[in-house]
């Protein structure tokens, strides 16, 4: 059981070095009951190793890691539950075998699939998984996590793939477990992903460069919007003078520009656009922090490594 | 940029495409227009079609009925996944094996790869395995493989799965500047935060067409109301027609007639393919049909 407020996840200060690789940098990272928490941050920027290294499965080379207030151990983990991007589900075994290994292999009595609130899944009971769509797969692999009644939810990319009527409804499924006491950490690339989350804590290069609602991240970050006739004419321009324009629709959005120098780049080249500022979303100021290296590459080299 | 602009607009895309691999229908009746000098985006979850779609846009698909048009063999690129990339060569054997197999000669070839190379972030990587690459810079080189031959058509099925955010904007800078020189591109993606960049999306359902257009008149079109309430004051019948937004619940009222306790709330692309998937459910479905 846990109290509304318990802090479930904790890493404090922790540091993890590979070689010469610093993979983790003095992070922080607290998931309370009650509250669903993204990690984001590009690949390599330290996502996994931190989590990891919370639950016990990687030693830090410093800082605290707790898991229920305790130090991570098998008991600890007991308490979790946790849907991988590749779902972990046994592909030939039945809906109803899954849940009932997992549960065993949890020291619980096999539910019921019956039991479940979810008929499409009750009713695929005896279906081998593979034989199921992936939005039921993901169902499955959400009850399979859950069949064990953990106190803390580790997500993975939880509705990659699926439709947006199957993703709602497993986000409600998320939300459904948070309002009962339970914790979840979610970690994602992807937006829509985030805007289900109370909080976002953002990495790069190791370290915890931003956390707090997305509204507070963005804070008062903004894009120039550039609205033209002629995108195509507008983007050309703007790429060759070395500024980054994103198309949205048929207009333009600059994250981070100055709007008078770029009306001026238009109007210089007679392309008749309207630029104006915009509250930048919060994917464009993601794209900035976690992009943002701490040493200035060469001009023209990517910020992203396969780390 | 050197992908150059085609002298007469041209229109692609498939017409009552139907396609059937064996009994099973995978698309049923679908059109889709791809101009160029624009993005268009295929959006649907696993099995909806939009794969079968843009592989028979690609000529690698026989349809069952309708019509498909292309330009020839040599002027389509397509993209699936990095599959494209050979990962035992480096970035620059990669260009230089393409580029010979589309007879493009040494110099031109120079020059495209580095414009697009230095524009993917790859310019540093030219040395290096591909197979040694990250997901993103790998995905971006498929990109540029798919480019080098300046097609008229590029069809990228999926092109950001798996590619964090950072990559992810940067292979979204590559197709902008490819659709800004002229080229028709078509997108598969299942992500609708991803099509809102498109100038127009056809939302795929079950083989079937769900919704069509310009993602600003596919949000103008939706039936009836949204609004945002706390989750515990959705009244009960409303609960199949809501789902979570975040801390609040978003609610569908279809007859238009918002909550008094709640200011209408602005509609996403996301929103509009619920709402539609919502009408279109059959009260005894088949599980996960």
């Not at chain 1, 699939?113 to 199921?132: G, K, M, Q």
């Not at chain 2, 964090?164 to 299942?190: C, K, N, Q």
């Not at chain 2, 709330?265 to 059959?282: G, H, M, N, R, Y």
């Amino acid at each position: 059981m846990t109290l509304a407020g318990d802090v479930l996840f904790s890493a404090r200060a922790i540091v993890r070095r590979f070689g010469p690789l610093l993979a983790v940098d003095r992070a922080d990272l607290e998931v309370h009951a009650g509250e669903i928490v993204g990690l984001l941050g590009a690949n390599g920027a330290g996502k996994t190793t931190l989590i990891r290294i919370v639950l016990g499965l990687l030693p830090a080379d410093s800082g605290t890691a707790r898991l229920f207030g305790l130090p991570p151990s098998r008991g600890t983990r007991r308490r979790l539950g946790y849907v991988s991007q590749g779902l972990g589900l046994w592909e030939d075994l039945s809906v109803a075998e899954n849940l009932q290994f997992t549960s065993r292999a949890f020291g619980k009595a096999a539910p019921a699939v019956w039991d479940t609130a979810d008929d499409d899944l009750a009713a695929a009971s005896r279906s081998l998984v593979r034989d199921l769509p992936l939005g039921l797969r993901r169902r499955l692999a959400f009850a399979a996590a859950l069949a064990h009644d953990p106190d803390l939810l580790v997500l993975d990319e939880p509705t990659s793939g699926v439709d947006p009527l199957a993703r709602a409804r497993l986000w409600d499924t998320v939300h459904a477990a948070v309002e009962t006491g339970k914790g979840s950490l979610v970690t994602t690339h992807y937006m829509d992903e985030a805007g289900q989350c109370d909080r976002l804590v953002v990495m790069s290069e190791g370290r915890v460069v931003a956390a707090g609602t997305a509204a507070a991240i963005v804070g008062d970050r903004a894009a120039v919007t550039v609205q033209t006739d002629d995108w195509a004419t507008a983007f050309a321009l703007l790429d060759e003078a070395g500024v980054a324009a994103a198309l949205v629709g048929r207009d333009l959005r600059v994250p981070g520009a100055d709007p008078v120098r770029i009306q001026r780049l238009l109007d210089a080249a007679g392309v008749a656009a309207r630029t104006s500022l915009a509250l930048a979303t919060f994917e464009e100021v993601f794209v900035a922090l976690a992009g943002e290296p701490t040493t200035p590459p060469a001009p023209g080299t990517a910020s992203e490594d396969g780390a | 940029m050197s992908l150059q602009r085609s002298a007469v607009p041209a229109v692609w895309g498939v017409e009552d495409l139907t396609v059937r691999y064996g009994q099973r229908t995978a698309l049923d009746h679908v059109s889709l227009a791809v101009p160029s000098s624009t993005l268009t985006a295929v959006v649907g979850g696993d099995g909806s079609g939009k794969s079968t779609l843009l592989r028979a846009l690609a000529g690698a698909v026989r349809p069952a009925g309708g019509c498909v048009r292309r330009p020839a063999a040599h002027q389509v690129g397509y993209v699936a996944g990095a599959r494209a990339v050979y990962t035992d060569l480096t970035v620059d054997e990669n260009v230089a094996f393409v580029a010979e197999a589309y007879g493009i000669g040494r110099a031109e070839r120079e020059a495209r790869a580095l414009l697009l190379l230095r524009r993917a972030g790859l310019i540093d990587a030219r040395e290096r395995l591909a197979g040694r690459l990250s997901g993103g810079m790998r995905q971006k080189l498929a990109f540029v493989l798919a480019a080098l031959h300046e097609p008229q058509l590029l069809i990228l099925d999926e092109p950001t799965t798996g590619v964090d955010p950072v990559s992810r904007a940067e292979l979204w800078r590559l197709i902008a500047a490819a659709a800004a020189g002229g080229v028709a591109i078509v997108v598969a993606t299942t992500y609708l935060d991803e099509a809102e960049r498109a100038a127009a999306v056809l939302v795929l359902q079950r083989g079937r067409a769900l919704l069509a257009g310009a993602p600003a008149e596919i949000t103008a079109r939706l039936a009836g109301v949204l609004f945002d309430l706390p989750p515990d004051a959705v009244p009960a019948g409303a609960l199949p027609r809501s789902w979570r937004n975040g801390a609040l619940r978003r609610v569908w009222a279809p007859a238009g007639r918002p909550s008094a306790a709640a200011a209408p709330a602005t509609p996403t692309l996301a929103d509009a393919v619920i709402v539609a998937s919502l009408s279109a459910e059959k009260p005894a479905e088949e599980p996960g049909s």
